[in-house]
């Protein structure tokens, strides 16, 4: 057999080979091509070797001829599969997903086509509609040009005419054979073909031994004559990409700090790694300013700069590799490399803050890191419920994994002090659909729980009304838990100490708060109104729901331990440990049950604003200017709901001299003084006068504005009495 090639010439000419060899073709020009015609077509354009048919492979094909000898070498080769009844179809036409697989099963036969993981995306309305056999095929054609799309589509069940495909053949040369390869660089062993046609636009460079380990450097010749002709620096005109070689380390210490512009996308078995490096803005340099010309060349070139360094990995046996480096990726990496030691886990657990102790992060951040993790721009914004915290206090910054189904591979960074913290959202993709950022996070977490001797299993969930509560393993054998549904009171859960419990009942003791922890009760708002006109020590309003019902976290004020014998340290400990337990079940209930935060003080003066509010306190209101003005027919509600929003704490600063404004309950012989004093208006002093006796408080108010003033709220409070009484205008 003799081998013959046929090389780009041929293709160049293929409309008149193809008039002369297909007749049909040219007595209806408008025809489809067939799968028949394009197979000889194809087979003409690739080096082959001749060789004569010894056997009918397909029932409807013949024995000879060179149809005979197209399909006898695309069955040897690999290149057809025909119907799988015995039949080829040759007088059918062919469809663009099969003339892509054709062109993709012989670009294999030459070590061409994807290796190992690949990603690249169709965006094409109809990019669904590709059977799954032509799924890679056509991904390959069309990131090598080979096939084109438009707005409407890609067209795979759609057909090829005559006037198409010699631009196709002329295309597959390009791409695949490498007819135009005639720009071939070397260094360091590895070597970039660059097409003939893009090769005469660029300046190439392969610098040997560079410092920085660059390899090939790729600038648009174009931008670098117009810098020059300019007067401008040249160093970076036109500049397209590079591509540069790393250690393992030296690429871990890039990963620790961003790198934009730059992207691993190889690596070899000698432990290199290969970075893409390219421009963040545009260095297009013209004489004249940018004509369209210029800029569909500068599109073209880019276009190529994309897809270049996938082709040198695949030219030089390199595997494919990625590391993202979106925010937290650069911490996970920082953690990984041991420049950021200084972190800890929280998870709702009583042992909260969890010190990484002795457990290695690699294993846990490595899986983290092998995932795609992309910025969400859905504008949706975080899930609701628990999440793991990977808290990183040097940095001021917290990174949530979310345990919400669905949501699992949600991460949340927030950076910065409360008020001022900058929160972002990313998406995690894993090639395994199983894992989830959150379950590799949790297991780090669980993993770290269980060297320093906690237990995360055995948790005991208690639910009623639809709510839960989950208390740990290890507290779970602690306590004595129940769920309290229908009470009248609202209480949904109680929870108390198993061995106070225990002891009371063993001493015979006839009460049932030894041990008491704390109750979670649920209360609508006007309970909760009624409730806040008085002393509401022990009750703490901690969260509400989406129905206007508030949560009361309800706990004793006094020690309710309880021993048959003498208290040891031992069983302070336990109490001590489950009254730290204690502290954070309101947090880790709003986040098990997707409530809202809320918080209502109970302080004097608070008490006294919600009597007013409620109707239940006769009051005045006088300062020096008209003294004491009764309610008459000004409604109390708009400046007491304003005072309410802020926090109230006793202090033990001192008052203030000078005026003020009194709130006075006629009823109660006491008065709240709200100062005018610049240092002194949020200052508030309760003071109860007696025949006999007179007492003083001091209470600060902070308002989350930093700008509201208790005094001020009170001053336009007396400013309507008076403008209701006549005494205004």
């Not at 290149?79 to 054709?102: C, S």
Request: glycine letters at 8%; proline letters at 5%.
């Amino acid at each position: 057999m003799k081998k013959t090639k046929r090389g780009l010439t041929l293709v160049l000419v293929l409309a008149l080979v193809l008039t002369l060899a297909l007749p049909a073709m040219a007595e209806e020009a408008e025809s489809p091509i067939t799968r028949g015609e394009f197979l000889q077509a194809f087979f003409q354009s690739v080096e082959t070797e001749e060789m004569e048919p010894r056997q009918a492979y397909y029932e409807d094909v013949p024995m000879s001829g060179d149809l005979a000898l197209a399909v006898r070498w695309a069955v040897q080769q690999g290149v057809v599969n025909g119907y799988g009844n015995g039949k080829f179809g040759p007088d059918d036409p062919i469809t663009r997903e099969q003339l892509a697989a054709m062109i993709y099963r012989y670009a294999q036969t030459l070590g061409k086509g994807y290796q190992d993981a690949w990603m690249f995306n169709l965006d094409y309305p109809d990019a669904a509609g590709i059977s799954p056999w032509a799924n890679e095929a056509m991904h390959y054609v069309v990131m090598n040009g080979i096939l084109t799309g438009s707005e409407e589509g890609i067209f795979p069940k759609g057909t090829v005419s005559p006037e198409e495909l010699p631009a196709i053949l002329a295309q597959f040369q390009k791409a695949v054979i490498g007819t135009d390869a005639d720009l071939v660089l070397k260094n360091a062993g590895l070597t970039f073909s660059v097409p003939g046609d893009t090769a005469d636009l660029l300046v190439a460079e392969a610098p040997e031994n560079a410092e920085d380990g660059t390899l090939f450097s790729f600038s648009e010749k174009a931008s670098i004559e117009a810098a020059e002709a300019l007067g401008e620096e040249t160093d970076g005109a036109g500049w397209l990409f590079s591509i540069r070689k790393v250690s393992e380390d030296a690429l871990q210490e890039l990963l620790c700090s961003d790198m934009s512009g730059v992207e691993p996308f190889a690596k070899d078995a000698e432990g290199g790694y290969y970075l893409t490096c390219h421009p963040t803005d545009v260095r297009l340099v013209r004489e004249d300013g940018y004509t369209d010309e210029a800029l569909a060349q500068w599109s073209s070139l880019c276009e190529w700069a994309a897809v270049a360094p996938r082709f040198f990995a695949e030219e030089n046996g390199l595997e494919p590799f990625h590391r993202g480096n979106t925010e937290p990726e650069i911490w996970l990496n920082q953690i990984l490399a041991g420049k950021l030691t200084d972190y800890c886990f929280y998870a709702l657990r009583p042992f909260d803050p969890l010190e990484p102790g002795d457990v290695d992060p690699a294993p846990f951040i490595n899986k983290l890191l092998d995932a795609e993790i992309t910025f969400d721009y859905s504008g949706e914004g975080a899930p609701d419920g628990e999440y793991v915290v990977l808290s990183l206090p040097e940095e001021n910054v917290r990174i949530d994994f979310f345990f919400a189904e669905g949501k699992q591979n949600f991460i949340r960074t927030v950076a910065g002090l409360e008020d001022d913290a900058i929160e972002n959202v990313y998406v995690a993709e894993f090639a395994d659909e199983e894992t989830t950022a959150n379950g590799i996070v949790y297991d780090w977490y669980k993993t770290i729980a269980e060297a320093q001797g906690y237990s995360l299993e055995d948790d005991l969930i208690l639910s009623v009304d639809g709510l839960n509560l989950t208390i740990p393993g290890d507290k779970a054998e602690l306590v004595i838990a129940d769920t309290l549904a229908g009470s009248e009171s609202g209480a949904l859960f109680t929870v108390a100490e198993k061995a106070s419990v225990e002891a009371a009942e063993a001493k015979g003791l006839d009460y049932d708060g030894a041990g008491w922890l704390f109750d979670i009760r649920k209360v609508s708002a006007e309970e909760l109104q009624e409730l806040l006109c008085g002393d509401m020590s022990g009750m703490d309003p901690f969260a509400k729901d989406g129905e206007n019902n508030y949560y009361l976290f309800c706990h004793p004020t006094d020690v309710r331990i309880e021993r048959e014998g003498d208290i040891t340290e031992e069983d302070i400990a336990a109490w001590t440990s489950l009254n730290e337990w204690k502290a954070g079940i309101p947090e880790a209930f709003i986040a098990e049950n997707g409530l809202e935060p809320f918080t209502a003080g109970n302080t004097e003066p608070e008490i006294a604003l919600n009597r007013i509010l409620c109707g239940l306190e006769p009051y005045t209101v006088s300062t020096l200017e008209f003294l004491a003005l009764e309610p008459g027919g000004v409604d109390p509600a708009p400046f007491v709901k304003q005072l309410l929003e802020g926090v109230y704490a006793y202090t033990d600063e001192e008052a203030p001299d000078g005026e003020y404004v009194v709130l006075t309950l006629t009823d109660q012989d006491t008065r709240f003084d709200f100062f005018f004093a610049p240092d002194g208006q949020n200052l508030i002093r309760k003071v109860v006068s007696l025949e006999d006796y007179e007492s003083e408080e001091l209470f600060r108010v902070e308002f989350a504005d930093g700008e509201t003033t208790a005094n001020g709220i009170m001053s336009a409070w007396y400013d309507a009495l008076a403008r209701d009484q006549g005494l205004k205008d």
